[in-house]
């Protein structure tokens, strides 16, 4: 199987070298041709260049990345989003060291991983149950992506359809006197659900709609 490892930690780079040559010696008789990168430019040009006799069987992808020079690609989340779309088949197993609940969904929804797990809870024996379980096809989560996922389902009851029709229509710039004609809400109504909202978010009271956006895109909300 072809690796491709995306992470510019060589400590961490170097753990995943050894997880696959341990699935390997495991009498799985499986073998392992690893290729690893540092930034966002070289794992496109791999991703880009990979072809159906020599495909990316599975990427390990880091999130916090160099981004491309022409400032197109600026994530892994980025990378993840054109692994799908041009190698489908791929196997994603993303590690990372955020652990908020909102990035987390913004990741799952965006690149829709099949592993996901927090740096923090690496073990040799956590990413070889990772490898196992995505070479057989089955999704594997770590406790805190599990735990973050929980939390998740909480915070789709605070924040709404409505909620997220309001912020897609802010980035927009759909104005606030043209709200009430794609909203079923009055004006009033809805200058509460953005007050509502900057509290969710942890915005102050003096903060401006372009802060409310700032935050909803960073949480995967946009």
Do not use: W
């Amino acid at each position: 199987m072809n690796v491709l490892i995306v992470e510019d930690h060589p400590l961490i780079s170097n753990a995943y070298e050894n997880a696959l040559e341990h699935v390997s010696s495991n009498g799985t008789g499986l073998e392992f041709n690893i290729n690893k990168v540092t930034n966002c430019d070289d794992a496109y040009y791999k991703i880009k260049n990979a072809s159906k006799n020599q495909a990316i069987d599975i990427v390990f992808l880091d999130i916090k990345l160099p981004p491309s020079k022409d400032r197109e690609i600026i994530s892994g989340e980025d990378l993840g989003v054109k692994i799908r779309l041009l190698l489908p088949r791929t196997k994603i197993i993303i590690v990372t060291t955020y652990n908020d609940n909102y990035r987390m969904n913004s990741i799952f929804k965006s690149v829709d991983p099949d592993g996901f797990l927090i740096k923090n809870d690496l073990s040799p024996n956590e990413l070889i149950l990772a490898i196992e379980s995505v070479i057989e096809g089955d999704p594997y989560y770590s406790k805190s992506v599990v735990r973050l996922m929980r939390k998740q389902t909480s915070n789709n009851f605070m924040i709404d359809d409505i909620d997220r029709k309001l912020l897609y229509e802010l980035s927009r710039g759909t104005k606030m006197n043209e709200l009430p004609e794609i909203i079923p809400l009055s004006k009033a109504a809805i200058e509460r659900r953005k007050r509502l909202l900057k509290e969710i978010f942890n915005l102050g009271t003096k903060s401006s709609d372009r802060d409310l956006l700032q935050v909803a895109e960073q949480k995967g909300f946009i």
